[in-house]
């Protein structure tokens, strides 16, 4: 409880920061940006996204989008969608969160904070933040790959795996990743930050 009210102590103090010195901005984009700095944070250093950051984001979305949907006069202060793009945008990425930790073995709280997301901007730019955050992700795992067994031995590596039955690929890449030397896992809400600054921001 402590740690939300500080998550939204800050989420408050960043956006009078931000409307002071530059151009009025979302209360729900601002948001978005502490929750990802914060869960970026705790994913690096602990290896968790804990429960107290996801749910606060959901349950923040849901009242900002709520009060804009309520409103006579909709204003782009406080939410950037309304309570039924919240709706769809929870459950979309939600969904999206659980088939793609069912394919890379990600934690709970990757998907949670997925969740959050698309509850934050909706499904359309929750499913681009998802996908270049992937992609993200896969361009710096198959460089260090590249870069760690050369490029002859990659080319054959990638070619074996392709080669090989599909029901064995998670083990090949898993023997990919211990022979480049490489964690079996890497924080995803680094690049979720990163993809979620591009869509939403660029």
Same mark, same amino acid.
């Given at each position: 409880?402590?740690?939300?009210?500080?998550?939204?102590? =800050? #989420?408050?103090?960043?956006?009078?920061?931000?409307? $002071?010195?530059?151009?009025?901005? %979302?209360?729900?984009?601002?948001? !978005?940006? *502490?929750? !990802?700095?914060?869960?970026?944070?705790?994913? #690096?250093?602990?290896?968790?996204?804990?429960?107290?950051?996801?749910? $606060?984001? *959901?349950?923040?979305?849901?009242?900002?989008?709520?009060?804009?949907?309520?409103?006579?006069?909709?204003?782009?202060?406080?939410?950037?969608?309304?309570?039924?793009?919240?709706? *769809?945008?929870?459950?979309?990425?939600?969904? *999206?969160?659980?088939?793609?930790?069912?394919?890379?073995?990600?934690?709970?709280?990757?998907?949670?904070?997925?969740?959050?997301?698309? =509850?934050?901007?909706? $499904?359309?730019?929750?499913?681009?933040? /998802?996908?270049?955050?992937?992609?993200?992700?896969?361009? !710096?795992?198959?460089?260090?790959?590249?870069?760690?067994?050369? %490029?002859?031995?990659?080319?054959?590596?990638?070619? =074996?795996? $392709?080669?090989?039955?599909?029901?064995?690929?998670?083990?090949? !890449?898993?023997?990919?990743?211990?022979?480049?030397?490489? %964690?079996?896992?890497?924080?995803?809400? %680094?690049?979720?930050? /990163?993809?979620?600054?591009?869509?939403?921001?660029?």
């Amino acid at each position: 409880m402590i740690y939300s009210a500080a998550l939204g102590f =800050a #989420c408050l103090l960043a956006w009078l920061i931000t409307s $002071f010195f530059m151009a009025e901005v %979302p209360l729900s984009l601002v948001m !978005l940006l *502490v929750l !990802l700095a914060t869960a970026t944070a705790t994913d #690096c250093w602990d290896r968790k996204i804990y429960n107290w950051t996801t749910y $606060f984001g *959901v349950c923040f979305a849901g009242v900002a989008s709520l009060i804009q949907s309520l409103r006579q006069t909709p204003t782009s202060l406080i939410a950037t969608v309304t309570f039924p793009d919240y709706v *769809v945008g929870l459950g979309v990425c939600f969904a *999206v969160g659980l088939i793609a930790q069912a394919f890379t073995h990600g934690g709970a709280g990757d998907v949670k904070l997925k969740a959050a997301i698309g =509850a934050l901007v909706g $499904f359309q730019d929750g499913l681009w933040i /998802i996908a270049w955050a992937y992609l993200l992700a896969g361009f !710096l795992a198959a460089s260090a790959i590249f870069f760690r067994l050369g %490029p002859r031995r990659t080319f054959w590596t990638i070619f =074996a795996i $392709f080669r090989g039955n599909g029901s064995r690929l998670n083990a090949q !890449l898993n023997q990919v990743a211990s022979s480049a030397r490489l %964690p079996s896992a890497i924080p995803m809400a %680094p690049f979720l930050a /990163i993809a979620g600054v591009i869509v939403v921001f660029l």
